[in-house]
């Protein structure tokens, strides 16, 4: 079993900087691929992938942060890390952080992020 907690989020003006963390319990040295997601606060709204990071280090990111947002992982420190620079307000979401062991998920309980316009 993993928990995972996420940490760095907080109210910041658009076109700032958050950089989130995300620490395991755990080495995640094993863990295949690791995730940020986020859920917007409108009703109705699913919560969406935002970056993805594998255990070799290959990326990939939703269409809407490319560019702004950088995934990486620390293994040595069992840390996923999301830097997001450039923000705006819709990407105003709570946080969470997403591991998968041995075909089961595991969640972080979330951080905020406000952005104001």
């Known amino acids: 079993q993993v928990q995972l907690v996420e940490s760095g989020g907080g109210l910041v003006q658009t076109g700032g900087s958050l950089r989130l963390s995300c620490t395991a319990s755990r080495t995640i040295g094993n863990i295949a691929n690791m995730r940020w997601y986020r859920q917007a606060p409108a009703p109705g709204k699913e919560r969406e992938l935002v970056a993805g990071i594998t255990s070799g280090g290959s990326t990939n990111y939703a269409d809407s942060v490319k560019g702004r947002f950088t995934i990486s992982r620390d293994n040595a420190k069992n840390t996923l890390y999301l830097q997001m620079n450039s923000l705006k307000p819709e990407d105003t979401a709570v946080y969470y952080c997403?591991?998968?062991?041995?075909?089961?998920?595991?969640w972080g309980q979330g951080t905020q992020v406000t952005v104001s316009s």
């Open positions: 997403n591991a998968i062991q041995y075909g089961l998920p595991y």
